[in-house]
């Protein structure tokens, strides 16, 4: 797939967004994944970050404390009830390639298009859902880590958290998919990510 193609010129300015939100959740001590969903003017319509390690705040209508506490998840419990129409002209960007739950969820919701920065070789969605084989699914526009600057900054934010969340045979994807960075976390090095 040529996904450069498909880009829009909000793309990499919302992307690098969901970046900032999952340094923020690194900061906090949950894991550092960031969501946005924006409309197809490229307005940001939700913000959400991973909050495993936070209290829930149901007054902001904001999940935390609970493994399920995912970026996406905390994103679209804020915005409750979406409109089926609407939706499909949304994106969802993420940091980190969706899990099998954020990933059903955004199918189930009918977003229309979803754009990654990095790719996640054990948690991802993208094994198990064949996106664009899927009969529910088979409408979404997938766009797998289209930049390369921010492909790596995303590896390099969540290899700690893949090494120390994932079973071995996990973090050996990981490695074989970004060895830079795997290497780099198998050393003890430092990647700004909490230690
Ligand atoms: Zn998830």
Redesign the pocket.
């Known amino acids: 797939m040529d996904s450069k193609r498909q880009l829009r010129s909000y793309d990499r300015r919302l992307l690098e967004e969901t970046l900032t939100l999952a340094r923020r959740s690194a900061e906090i001590g949950s894991a550092p ?1 960031g969501a946005v969903l924006a409309d197809s003017d490229g307005t940001v319509l939700a913000r959400g970050r991973n909050r495993v390690a936070e209290p829930w705040d149901l007054r902001e209508r904001r999940i935390g404390d609970a493994s ?1 506490a ?4 905390d994103l679209y419990f804020q915005l409750g009830r979406l409109d089926s129409e609407r939706v499909r002209g949304y994106t969802l960007y993420t940091s980190l390639e ?6 059903g969820a955004t199918g189930m919701i009918g977003v229309g298009r979803i754009v990654w920065a990095t790719d996640d070789p054990w ?1 991802g969605s993208g094994r198990l859902i064949r996106w664009n084989e899927h009969p529910a699914f088979v409408q979404v526009e997938v766009l797998p880590c289209p930049y390369e600057d921010l492909e790596r900054e995303g590896a390099r934010l969540f290899a700690p958290e893949a090494k120390r969340a994932y079973p071995e045979v996990g973090w050996a994807l990981w490695r074989e998919r970004y060895p830079e960075f795997a290497a780099a976390v198998d050393r003890g090095e430092r990647s700004g990510n909490r230690e």
């Open positions: 994944v399920f995912h970026a996406e998840m969706p899990c099998l739950m954020c990933g948690g």
